[in-house]
T-cell receptor, first 114, second 113 residues
Framework: AQSVTQLDSQVPVFEEAPVELRCNYSSSVSVYLFWYVQYPNQGLQLLLKYLSGSTLVESINGFEAEFNKSQTSFHLRKPSVHISDTAEYFCAVTGISNAGKSTFGDGTTLTVKP | EAGVTQSPTHLIKTRGQQATLRCSPISGHTSVYWYQQALGLGLQFLLWYDEGEERNRGNFPPRFSGRQFPNYSSELNVNALELEDSALYLC????????????FGAGSRLTVL
């Protein structure tokens, strides 16, 4: 069994401030980790993923996440946010041996204020 | 390249009726997934189809069912609708499963009155 906990349901920040969206997971098997973003009235889009190798992964729009196996975390960070980053962010895990079933967190709403 | 397309965008039904939602995956993707996104409950895994077969199922009653057609498109059926079935139903597709990234459609919003 696997579960995902996103520790903050809402994160309000001012433009150009740094942000961290926290994600912890539990699983009895090794996992792949993902962050998805959902803009208003749209479906989810992949932001970044960790499959193996370097524990720090980056997206093309400045977000990064670090896989910490000992703390079972995959926190998402951005050093300077823009208004356009306002969206809902979902952390997800897929058990390597539980193909096809991704478990999602409840989401974190990031609101960037001018 | 067309993305994952879902229809209808919105659907209004009354309790006890049946709802059918449709999904067309990205060309070349053989796996289709259904998720329910109810208010305040996050995304809940419903079903996974691959190569026409149901491969995995979430913790939902049997009145939630579906199928995958030879062209890999999929249909989700919800029978005997209940008020709590009101939600956004998201379809996703991938090339295979496991580490493969899910590409989501915009969803079908089902309202049960």
């Amino acid at each position: 069994a696997q579960s995902v906990t996103q520790l903050d349901s809402q994160v309000p920040v001012f433009e150009e401030a740094p942000v961290e969206l926290r994600c912890n997971y539990s699983s009895s098997v090794s996992v792949y980790l993902f962050w998805y973003v959902q803009y208003p009235n749209q479906g989810l889009q992949l932001l970044l993923k960790y499959l193996s190798g370097s524990t720090l992964v980056e997206s093309i729009n400045g977000f990064e996440a670090e896989f910490n196996k000992s703390q079972t975390s995959f926190h998402l960070r951005k050093p300077s946010v823009h208004i356009s980053d306002t969206a809902e962010y979902f952390c997800a895990v897929t058990g390597i041996s539980n193909a096809g079933k991704s478990t999602f967190g409840d989401g974190t709403t990031l609101t960037v204020k001018p | 390249e067309a993305g994952v397309t879902q229809s209808p965008t919105h659907l209004i039904k009354t309790r006890g009726q049946q709802a059918t939602l449709r999904c067309s995956p990205i060309s070349g993707h053989t796996s289709v997934y259904w998720y329910q996104q109810a208010l305040g409950l996050g995304l809940q895994f419903l079903l996974w189809y691959d190569e026409g077969e149901e491969r995995n199922r979430g913790n939902f009653p049997p009145r939630f069912s579906g199928r995958q057609f030879p062209n890999y498109s999929s249909e989700l059926n919800v029978n005997a609708l209940e008020l709590e079935d009101s939600a956004l139903y998201l379809c996703a597709s991938s090339q295979g499963s496991g580490a493969n990234v899910l590409t989501f459609g915009a969803g079908s919003r089902l309202t049960v009155l």
